[in-house]
């Protein structure tokens, strides 16, 4: 039973980088697509998110004076979505498509299996919601828009941006749901 589920895997490997590298950047890439690649691959950056979380808290507190338990299920989710991230990284270390160029060389997150970046998108277009009604009708595109960009550069595998989604919007639906906050958003 071991020998099919390796073979199972190596050939979704298989599957997995073929289909990247053929949405990978070509040598001279188009100018505008470089930089469009580039501002996507980052969307998804814990600095930007993590400042995002804190207008978010400012603004829900301050200028609404509603309670904070939604804020925190967000914040929640997000420190989750980065903790179960590197567990499943350590423990698959499936190794980035270009581990020696670009965004990433070696270091503390050279894996890449599952995206970081799309554990975000995931667990914020589920939460976006709450805080934005239709929030989700935006959210999703960035989301699309970061993990086209992310195997575009190749930092990653289209398996891992998609295994990435689905982690953040099950842990985003989760959380919501257990903090009682499914009914309450949109």
Same mark, same amino acid.
């Given at each position: ?15 997995? $980088? =073929? +289909?990247?590298? /053929?949405?990978? #950047?070509?040598? !001279?890439?188009? &100018? ?7 501002? %996507? ?40 979505? $980065? =903790? +179960?991230?590197? /567990?499943?990284? #350590?423990?698959? !270390?499936?190794? &980035? ?7 990433? %060389? ?81």
């Amino acid at each position: 039973m071991r020998t099919f589920w390796l073979a199972l895997l190596w050939t979704w490997h298989h599957w997995d $980088a =073929a +289909l990247s590298h /053929l949405l990978r #950047r070509k040598r !001279r890439p188009h &100018r505008a697509a470089a930089v469009l690649a580039w501002l %996507g691959a980052h969307l998804g950056d814990s600095w930007l998110w993590a400042l995002a979380t804190g207008l978010l808290w400012r603004w829900w507190r301050v200028s609404a004076r509603r309670p904070l338990r939604p804020v925190w299920g967000w914040v929640l989710s997000l420190a989750g979505g $980065a =903790a +179960l991230t590197l /567990l499943i990284k #350590r423990r698959v !270390r499936r190794v &980035r498509p270009g581990e020696d160029r670009l965004l990433h %060389g070696p270091g503390a997150d050279r894996y890449s299996f599952p995206s970081g970046h799309a554990v975000r998108w995931g667990v914020i277009a589920v939460w976006i919601s709450r805080f934005v009604p239709g929030g989700a009708l935006l959210a999703w595109p960035l989301a699309l828009w970061t993990g086209w960009s992310r195997v575009y550069l190749g930092i990653h595998y289209v398996g891992d941006v998609l295994a990435g989604y689905l982690a953040g919007a099950l842990l985003g639906r989760l959380l919501r749901r257990l903090l009682g906050e499914m009914g309450s958003g949109q």
